[in-house]
């Protein structure tokens, strides 16, 4: 499963996440990690949660994105859910059709993998393509 929160900027996407982040780590039956591009979510949210900080990593593309994910779930098949706080600022890209793409891919990741996927993205909804609208 892959959601997508997208929606403009100060829209309030964060706080949503900060809320579905703490209650997964009630619900969930294994462990949940949280992917963002600076340390802004360390006192919002749960302390069992695996916060990452996506600056301290050299993140250019999704390919290198998909290699990262790939690696924490090889290093960890006890997570269930995985977050990402405003992909853009994780991977530096806006190209809709590459966004698009990565959604499919953490798709199928999902499905092979029985994980859960949460993601933000900072744009306005209404320009989002019918790709990333199937997971909105």
């Not at 949940?32 to 990452?52: F, G, M, N, P, T």
């Not at 960890?76 to 890209?93: A, E, G």
């Not at 190209?95 to 994980?115: C, P, T, V, Y």
């Amino acid at each position: 499963m892959v959601r997508v929160i997208m929606d403009h900027k100060g829209s309030g996407k964060t706080k949503q996440l900060i809320d579905l982040i703490n209650s997964a780590v009630l619900t969930e039956h294994g462990n949940v990690v949280c992917i963002e591009w600076d340390r802004e979510l360390v006192y919002a949210i749960h302390y069992h949660i695996r916060l990452i900080e996506a600056s301290d990593f050299y993140l250019p593309n999704f390919e290198v994105l998909k290699g990262f994910v790939s690696g924490l779930y090889a290093g960890n098949y006890d997570i269930t859910h995985i977050f990402i706080d405003n992909l853009s600022k994780v991977v530096p890209i806006k190209d809709a059709n590459q966004i698009e793409e990565f959604l499919d891919w953490m798709e199928r990741f999902s499905d092979k993998n029985g994980l859960k996927f949460t993601i933000t993205i900072s744009a306005d909804a209404e320009t989002a393509t019918d790709g990333i609208k199937k997971y909105m």
